[in-house]
């Protein structure tokens, strides 16, 4: 498969050919209640100030939450969509470090704490997502996204 893509340069842009190898990720196959109460299972109690239903709740009624949570995402995948309620997140500035002068903005970096659900809905996709690109001949094998167990100092 050929595509044209583009490279963003400070003067011009210019197109280059993409050359893309191996199945194409056109579908997602279905969540399972069962799926979610593992994830939920294995979640940790934390909640965002955005959350309308306190994550402790969701963890203790496992069973019914579960249920909805799949539906959603089943929804959610068949639209190709992710709902625009779960894209909102609380943004918090964060010193970057003691010794750095409050007064000054630049010297913070922004915590964007998102809601309980938008992250089960996220590992959900990512669980589908990962598989495919892992399998996928154009995955370069020294990338460290997307990989289980890979984090920014495997990159270096």
């Known amino acids: 498969m050929l595509a044209t893509g583009c490279v963003r340069c400070l003067r011009y842009c210019r197109p280059f050919p993409l050359i893309m190898s191996g199945s ?57 969509r992710f709902p ?16 750095f002068d409050k007064s000054l903005p630049s010297n913070y970096s922004p915590i964007s704490n998102l809601k309980f659900i938008s992250k089960v809905l996220e590992r959900l996709f990512l669980s589908r997502f990962q598989f495919h690109i892992l399998g996928s001949s154009n995955f370069n094998r020294y990338q460290s996204a997307y990989r289980p167990g890979c984090y920014t100092e495997t990159a270096l």
């Not at 994550?55 to 959603?72: D, G, H, K, P, W």
């Not at 625009?84 to 010794?99: C, D, E, I, Y």
């Open 24 to 80: 194409v990720f056109n579908k997602l196959d279905p969540v399972t209640a069962d799926e979610v109460h593992k994830l939920l299972s294995s979640s940790l109690p934390k909640s965002s100030n955005m959350d309308i239903i306190p994550t402790s709740l969701v963890l203790r009624c496992q069973s019914l939450f579960s249920e909805i949570i799949a539906r959603l995402a089943n929804l959610s995948f068949s639209e190709g």
């Open 84 to 99: 625009g309620k779960f894209k909102q997140a609380s943004v918090t500035p964060l010193l970057k470090g003691r010794s």
